[in-house]
């Protein structure tokens, strides 16, 4: 869009969120004194309605998804926010009134996210396409020095953790799919009742970062990252990345009520909830001499974590176990947007 | 896509290009440990096919003009580049093979612009969309502590400086735009030999950031930003974001020798020239006693800077002269992509 109608809509709905390094989103660029003794952490995530969201989802989910995402990730890395920057790509097809109706509850719901995880808006951009809506948020944490907590660092004897539940963002999924195409809920869900089928929708739209567990895995987890697209996936990509293998019964998963019933209803969910994505919890593994302070610390965070296994060396062979106890391959083992 | 071509593509193509802090593209996050002494300037552009540049453009200038107008945002506020982060949205219509097709040159090109600029690639995300191609890119540049140039600080008496030459960009689009749509090119472009034409296409495929006049502003600017959507549009923006007008003699524009033989052609260019988008040149005002220092530290760099005018407090009027030495209205001011 014109430079003229962008500076309107930067004034208008960003500006109000932007933190002081900002500069009210009115010059070229955005300024942050990096806090002293401290590494950045950074990281990057797009998305775009039809792949990682529904187009006819509330803009307020967007919101808390998009940024959310990427804040599970620093949060996995034992990164507390420092801010973060928006591109934001609207279809050249929306009318100004559209354009107008979408923004508003973003831009609010925006910053309430980015007020409640400390994380203020710094800069970015705004421009038209002729695809769908999409969006890219890079987000800056900080560390101390050195510490940032891996992916490729889990040692062979390490306690395997998730936090949370698993597997609810699935399930959230498939009953927003149903929705949006007009089809009947799966059968599964009629067993829930509304605060169930509710609970489980907006495990899908809004996750909630684990920033909370973050000076926790600073200070006791040997390697960590968040889980996005299904936690058996994600387990073997951690794994591989380290070097070692994974020996974890998957029935310790820890599950939320509402997923849990669903499981009853249909025990053929048991891969869904291991595989499926959007779940953004964090997967980390401890050494065993810290996992009782990890335990402790987490609680003391208001973090649930479960243990689900083991790390052990590559000299031994991969050990999943299933919901009959058995070892299971897990074939599909990860979430695909497409 | 699935995570599991996501990681590949990213294997493949863009760990090839990480610096150190990028950690091989394989954790959740990238590291950068900030230079003490200094702040960070961090900035985010969006591309899309259609829209910034022609779905048909080859990958290279795609890639040039990407991170050449995040570095160009850098070089206007006096900093050095740390990094990027990148954000890839690949169309879902694309085979395996052309998708492969485009990503190879790409990323190539991307890594030579790295190289040359110093600036590594530090982490990113890419998706599938079922719209266009586009691209988000954050840049991460670095300053002394509270030196920052900003847009918001030109003072009345400032001297007015453009570096290297205006208008080049928008005659190169009006060559590209009928180039792409089968149309014959326009009357001034039959003056113009080959030399001439690609020099004003390749003006606009591929920006060169000014980061060598970074130091130089730095020095001895009160005000800067650069000139992405038209020299008289962005001009008069920093102006109101100083509370100043400007005086200023158009003619006096830096051309090049191609734009100069296309507006001897065809007079009526004059308002492309100085209204046209995708210059990335460097427009800030200098303290009177300053210009001299500025003009010779400018040169020892190699840039060529160019008087184009004062800064006038807002008692004044604001004054642009136009191609007659008359009052001019440039009343469509800047560069619209749509």
């Known amino acids: 869009m014109g430079r003229g109608r ?3 809509l930067i004034a208008r709905y960003f500006a109000p969120l932007a933190g002081a390094g900002g500069l009210g989103l009115r010059d070229d ?9 401290m590494d950045l952490v950074l990281t990057a995530d797009a998305l775009v309605a039809g792949g990682h969201f529904f187009a006819e989802d509330p803009p307020q989910s967007v919101a808390a998804k998009a940024l959310g995402v990427n804040l599970s990730d620093l949060a996995a890395k034992g990164a507390a926010p420092l801010g973060f920057l928006l ?56 560390v101390p020095q050195g510490r940032m907590v891996r992916r490729t660092t889990a040692m062979p004897g390490d306690v395997l953790y998730v936090s949370g539940s698993i597997g609810d963002a699935a399930l959230g999924l498939a009953l927003r799919m149903a929705e949006v195409k007009g089809e009947a809920a799966p059968e599964w869900a009629q067993r829930l009742d509304t605060a169930q089928k509710n609970f489980l929708l907006d495990r899908y739209w809004r996750p909630r970062p684990r920033l909370a567990l973050a000076p926790v895995l600073l200070a006791r987890a040997s390697a960590s990252m968040d889980v996005s697209d299904g936690l058996v996936g994600d387990l073997r990509a951690m794994m ?16 939320s009520p509402p997923a849990k019933a669903a499981l009853v209803a249909e025990p053929g969910l048991f891969e869904t909830l291991a595989c499926g994505g959007d779940d953004y919890e964090i997967l980390c593994a401890v050494p065993p001499a810290s996992a009782a302070a990890f335990e402790f610390l987490a609680q003391q965070a208001g973090v649930p974590a479960t243990q689900i296994g083991f790390v052990a060396s590559v000299a031994t062979a991969e050990e999943l ?7 299971h391959p897990f074939a599909h083992d990860r979430f695909s947007h497409f």
Request: with cysteine; charged share 15%.
């Open 6 to 8: 962008e500076q309107d």
């Open 29 to 37: 660029a955005a300024l942050l004194t990096p806090p002293p003794g």
């Open 87 to 142: 591109t934001l790509s609207l279809p050249q097809v929306w009318t100004q009134a559209q354009r107008e109706a979408w923004l508003e509850p973003f831009a609010k719901a925006l910053g309430e996210s980015a007020a409640q995880w400390l994380c203020p808006l710094l800069g970015g951009d705004t421009i038209a396409t002729s695809g769908p809506l999409s969006l890219s948020i890079t987000a800056l944490g900080a």
């Open 240 to 255: 591989a990345a380290s070097g070692v293998v994974a020996r974890a019964d998957l029935r310790l998963l820890p599950l």
């Open 321 to 327: 176990l299933g919901p009959e106890g058995e070892l």
